[in-house]
């Protein structure tokens, strides 16, 4: 039969190891137990009736009220008010001015019962935005004032769809949505914003984009003689055919449209495809990382004004620059002419032109012949100085052994060693230097942050000032996919570069893929670029190299030739010593 209290003999010890063990005694003076801190319960106070299983669905049902109803509609209401958003003017005129303007609009498609198309503010902004495209004047003191704040803010949310749907087509890469979005979706959204700041539809001409011409005197770009269909064609006729084409202008007004023409943007669009941290960059294998650098180069349309002075000041050059080389290329077709056979006749030479060349013109003859001579001189010498030990051997003795020719040969053979590898060595140092500047560049990129100016773009519709930004991307136009996310570019004042990456394709063959830049101000300013990849297949993974077998070698005689002497020193050691 069990005797004793257990609680009172737990006591007992707990009290002797306090008195016997130091840690046991520290224990209990700092958290009053020698076995040490114990576990701490905390509770919350809560009225019996809510934890109570037969109130269960009741205290659901509050919940839901208060966190799903109450709270957000109390936030929405505090969001919409006119103190947080003051921009928004509500009107009781809405009720009788957009009926009336929807009438004026045709293919609103306003009888749309699709969310969020059918809701009566949709309704509203795509009558304003249709009023806008289509130059509908709308009331000053009502309806202008919200079409202008709509406007104002329709590239940022078109910035932001390009964004959306470019991270839908890489999470549809990942596997992570079932349906790949096409590349018309995104394309789309970027030729809806030169549309919205040039306030003119897509199918319209892109001359209209410049200053006082319409739909009255676009007809005169296109004649028998001449088919004018884009500015950049219009800005590359001479002066007289753009006067002859806007004749129905005032000279002011064609003043205005030259002057807009001359600021419009000209790019220079270069693309080169490569891949980086390889050996042959030019060599592409399935699955490698190709980088596309985009080279954006920015000029004024003026620069085409000028292509007809500067033709004529380069033929007046050549004209000089080949009477005074006569002298010089009259040698030199000397010693390349070959006799033609007597059945070949010979071609008939050009008129000298009657000009004479002038004292400075024969100076610069001069100094030119000169400085032919010095080089000429100097190749010799170094051609002399390259081979002493064949001259000083040809002086002394001419019958020599096999043997002396052998050594000759292989000091003829080391110059060009010690060259093969200093250029190896030059390369390697280039492709380090290239490899700096690039982290530099990106570097200073990021600490100097994204600049949003460039150039202005004429605008008059837009409300506010407006400027030029570009999209990069690269797609491929046989599946209709985007390879690379659009890349924004907000500061094109003179020169841009950008760097676009993708994976190459898996399997081996010859691909196409497309290099697209589209402006976000413009219309007819859209290049495309084609690259043609060999994709190669990608090699196997090395398992047995020469250079390892040798490295093993190397550790096996190693370990042979150790000694079994210990490299400490033992007791005995010092014995002997002793």
């Known amino acids: 039969k069990e005797t004793g209290d257990e609680k009172t003999f737990m006591k007992l010890t707990k009290a002797y190891q306090a008195l016997t063990d130091d840690e046991a005694r520290r224990n209990w003076e700092r958290y009053g137990n020698p076995d040490g801190p114990g576990a701490m319960s905390f509770g919350i106070a809560l009225p019996s009736w809510i934890v109570e299983k037969e109130n269960s669905v009741w205290v659901l ?33 809405d009720s009788e001015e957009v009926p009336h303007l929807i009438k004026q609009i045709p293919n609103l498609n306003e009888k749309n019962r699709e969310a969020p198309l059918c809701y009566l503010y949709s309704i509203k902004a795509r009558a304003l935005i249709h009023a806008h495209l289509n130059h509908v004047p709308l009331n000053p003191e009502t309806l202008e004032k919200d079409g202008q704040y709509i406007i104002k803010k ?18 549809a890469y990942a596997h992570r949505i079932p349906r790949l979005p096409n590349i018309e979706t995104i394309e789309n959204c970027m030729k809806l914003c030169p549309m919205i700041v040039q306030a003119m539809w897509e199918f319209k001409n892109p001359l209209q984009q410049l200053p006082h011409v319409n739909d009255d005197n676009i007809k005169y770009f296109s004649s028998k003689k001449r088919r004018v269909k884009s500015i950049q064609q219009f800005a590359a006729l001479k002066s007289e055919e753009k006067r002859s084409i806007l004749r129905s202008l005032p000279d002011d007004k064609f003043e205005d449209v030259i002057k807009v023409l001359s600021k419009m943007p000209l790019i220079e669009f270069n693309v080169v495809s490569e891949v980086i941290d390889d050996e042959n960059p030019t060599v592409y294998t399935a699955g490698a990382i190709v980088t596309v650098t985009v080279t954006l180069i920015r000029k004024n349309m003026s620069e085409l004004f000028e292509v007809d002075n500067e033709e004529n000041i380069d033929l007046n050059a050549m004209e000089g620059e080949g009477e005074q080389g006569e002298e010089e290329e009259g040698n030199i077709k000397k010693e390349e002419q070959v006799k033609k056979p007597v059945w070949q006749k010979q071609a008939k030479k050009g008129k000298k032109s009657s000009k004479k060349p002038s004292k400075g013109q024969k100076q610069t003859v001069k100094a030119r012949k000169s400085e032919e001579r010095s080089t000429q001189a100097e190749a010799k010498e170094k051609e002399i100085t390259k081979k002493p030990s064949v001259d000083a051997g040809e002086e002394s003795d001419i019958s020599e052994d096999d043997g002396d020719n052998s050594d000759y040969d292989g000091m003829d053979d080391k110059p060009d060693q010690s060259d093969n590898k200093g250029s190896s060595l030059e390369d390697d140092d280039t492709e380090w230097e290239k490899f700096q500047s690039a982290r530099l560049s990106k570097r200073e990129k990021v600490l100097e942050g994204l600049s949003k100016l460039s150039h202005s773009v004429h605008c008059p519709y837009f409300p506010e000032d407006k400027q030029e930004y570009w999209w990069v991307y690269v797609s491929d136009r046989k599946s209709r996919t985007l390879l690379t996310p659009p890349y924004h570019v907000t500061a094109l004042v003179d020169k841009e570069e950008v760097q676009l990456k993708f994976t190459a394709p898996r399997w081996p063959g010859v691909y196409t893929f497309t290099v697209c830049l589209r402006s976000d101000s413009y219309l007819g300013f859209d290049q495309t670029h084609d690259i043609k990849l060999d994709v190669k297949k990608a090699p196997e993974v090395p398992t047995e190299h020469p250079q390892w077998d040798m490295l093993d070698d190397e550790e096996e005689e190693n370990h042979g030739a150790e000694s079994d002497v210990s490299e400490f020193t033992t007791d005995e050691d010092v014995e002997d010593d002793e």
């Open 154 to 171: 329709c590239p940022y949310l078109i910035q932001e769809m390009v964004n959306c749907v470019s991270q839908l087509i890489m999470l």
């Open 61 to 93: 049902g509050l919940y839901a009220l208060v966190f799903m109803v109450a709270l957000p509609t109390t936030v929405a209401s505090r969001e919409f008010e006119k103190k947080h958003n003051s921009e928004i003017v509500e009107r009781p005129s």
